[in-house]
């Protein structure tokens, strides 16, 4: 077996990571080192220091990323870092080399006291990271919208105007950018209810609008302190008419009738051919509300071929010391994971 050796990311490497990284993140060298400088310098939560780069020789062959990502648990707040960017030079896919560098920022995190690694990514290589000690959290069902034709945006989404909504009255409109606060506001106003949620703060907000290879489409409900709010999500590398699918990443409103509303809106203006949205943590109101504005409702079947393509997350022990609060994460139903998408997060 080729020799590696595996080191952090130190600026030296930048331009080379942008390089070897345009497979995935397809947006040439100055978007993708933008887009490089926004996950990992400018994360309000934890910076690059378990990037983990693998090379043979002088050459760059392997390269896993870790970002912060803040949870609340049990009323406390705790960085969970999050497994992403996992590439490997062609010809080691299928070879032990993404093991090797798993197992690298497993150490280090157990070194430094983090308990936990999560994982939102592609779940193609779920087997395997099963047998090497990672536990499923899902999958989970997610509501589809496809559309006989892609919607292509006509005019930029602040341009478009404000709607009444049909069943709550509120007037709902399209942002220009993100309201932060007022979106960090509506989150601290609801009930937060059980389980790790992820921690939706005005610095969060700002964070993940900021991501320079993707669209943020921001729509609120009424005046004043918000009644509500949606986030769309489309790639920024992607043409409306594209493959890639549009997922609405978060929605929060303090009636049933502002939630339809704003979907409600948003399905009748969102870009691209399909229209994705977690169903998780929904009230089945909400749901049915779905249901009734044309969406299909792609569930579990248990065969691993079809539920690969379903949204989920996995989690590993690092056998670092576990705080109390966060001893029973490998749980299924204990998660809370209304406001996130994997999607929210490239």
Not at 20 to 47: C, E, I, V
Not at 187 to 212: H, Q
Request: contains cysteine; aromatic residues 8%.
């Amino acid at each position: 077996m080729s020799e590696f050796s595996f080191t952090a990311c130190t600026a030296r490497d930048r331009a080379e990571i942008a390089d070897f990284q345009d497979s995935l993140w397809r947006g040439g060298r100055d978007a993708n080192l933008a887009y490089m400088d926004w996950k990992y310098a400018t994360n309000p939560h934890l910076d690059d220091r378990y990037v983990t780069l693998a090379r043979e020789g002088g050459e760059l062959v392997g390269m896993v990323g870790v970002f912060g990502a803040c949870w609340e648990v049990a009323g406390e707040r705790f960085m969970l870092p999050c497994l992403t960017d996992t590439v490997v030079a062609p010809r080691y896919q299928g070879s032990p080399l993404f093991r090797m560098l798993i197992d690298e920022v497993v150490a280090r995190l157990r070194a430094d006291g983090v308990p936990w690694l999560l994982d939102f990514g592609d779940q193609g290589a779920g087997p395997a990271m099963l047998m090497n000690g990672w536990r499923p959290i899902g999958p989970w069902a997610q509501a589809v919208v496809k559309r006989e034709k892609p919607l292509v945006a006509e005019w930029p989404w602040h341009e478009l105007p404000a709607v009444r909504g049909a069943r709550s009255g509120l007037t709902l409109r399209p942002l220009a950018a993100v309201d932060a606060e007022a979106m960090a506001g509506l989150v601290a106003r609801l009930p937060g209810g059980e389980g790790p949620r992820p921690a939706r703060d005005a610095a969060y907000f700002r964070w993940r609008a900021a991501n320079p290879l993707a669209r943020y489409f921001h729509l609120v409900a009424g005046d004043g302190p918000i009644e509500g709010y949606l986030i769309g999500h489309r790639s920024g590398v992607d043409t409306d008419d594209g493959e890639t699918p549009t997922t609405i990443v978060d929605c929060e409103a303090t009636s049933d009738e502002v939630f339809a509303d704003l979907v409600e809106a948003a399905l009748t203006r969102l870009p691209g051919a399909e229209v994705l949205m977690w169903v998780r943590d929904l009230p089945a109101v909400r749901v049915a509300a779905l249901g009734a504005l044309g969406a299909e409702l792609d569930e579990p079947t248990g065969l691993f071929t079809r539920d690969m393509y379903l949204p989920s997350l996995m989690i590993r022990a690092t056998g670092a010391e576990m705080p109390p609060a966060l001893s029973d994460l490998d749980r299924p139903d204990g998660w809370n994971l209304s406001g996130v998408s994997g999607r929210a997060w490239r």
